[in-house]
């Protein structure tokens, strides 16, 4: 299904599932390649290597990663993701702001939604790559933007992470659990698609296509008309009993 009206939007976002959004940026990227190119240079960028290859090529891959031929790169296994994209914006994602993140934030905000953070994240990724499994403190527009990914999370994820273990990071490690497939919700994201993904729910993302680049809006404190979702909430309480604890955990133990 697709959400078309704000209305929709305004009560599907409280409580999971994840779903599918359609939100028409007027906004087109360079060549996912060339992105790479770019922002493997960066000092902020945070990649993996990945793959079957014994531990020696892979420790040279990782080394070599940003001096290396770009064919050479795109024919590796592995995973990038950078979380700081103002750094890029002038180089690579020339228009950004004006484009995607004001007139994002301008539709939230005039339909009572307010949040203390949002901000874009970008990943690249290659063929067999898979994300951890984790789960995120913030809501995330997921944006499909060059290649094919899935996206894997749970029907009802309270079957497999409460929101207090989801507060806790009893989810993260680098494979899912053993779960009942028919309790899956995978969705395959061609380039365009967009999906709503839950604030403090268990998921983990495959690569299906040669090179895949995607952009999460991350939301962190999203509210509506002053109500946060539920497993906001057990995030809020755990927090104002662990003050020292509030905001840490995206920013300094990031899981991707
Ligand atoms: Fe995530």
């Known amino acids: 299904m697709t959400i078309t009206t704000p209305d929709d939007f305004a ?3 409280r409580q999971p599932p994840n779903f599918p959004l ?3 940026f007027d906004y087109t990227f360079l060549p996912a390649v060339d992105i790479l190119d ?8 945070r990649f993996t ?32 993701v950078h979380f700081d994209l103002s750094r890029i914006y002038d180089a690579v994602l020339h228009g950004f702001q004006e484009e995607v993140m004001i007139p994002w934030r301008t539709h939230l905000s005039v339909r009572g939604f307010t949040w203390q953070r949002l901000a874009p994240i970008l990943f690249l990724s290659t063929e067999g790559a898979a994300s951890t499994y984790h789960n ?10 060059h290649g094919v990914k899935t996206f894997h999370s749970y029907l009802d994820p309270g079957e497999y992470l409460s929101a207090d273990e989801a507060i806790m990071g009893e989810t993260t490690g680098e ?5 009942d497939e028919a309790d899956r919700h995978s969705v395959t994201m061609q380039p365009g698609d967009q999906l709503w993904s839950h ?18 809006l991350s939301h962190g404190g999203l509210s509506h008309q002053g109500r946060f979702s539920d497993r906001e909430l057990a995030l809020r309480a755990y927090w104002d009993k662990n003050p020292a604890e509030a905001w840490t955990h995206d920013l300094r133990n990031v899981r991707y």
């Open 175 to 179: 494979d899912p659990p053993e779960h």
């Open 199 to 216: 604030a403090l729910t268990p998921h983990w993302v495959t690569t299906e296509s040669p090179l895949a680049m995607s952009v999460t």
């Open 49 to 80: 290597i990945l793959g079957d290859d014994d531990w020696q090529v892979r420790m040279d891959r990782t080394a070599a990663f940003r001096t290396a031929p770009i064919e050479e790169i795109v024919t590796w296994t592995f995973r990038l």
């Open 38 to 45: 770019h922002v493997r240079r960066d000092k902020e960028v």
């Open 136 to 145: 995120d403190n913030s809501h995330g527009l997921v944006w499909q933007v």
């Open 22 to 24: 359609d939100v028409a």
């Open 11 to 13: 009560q599907r976002w």
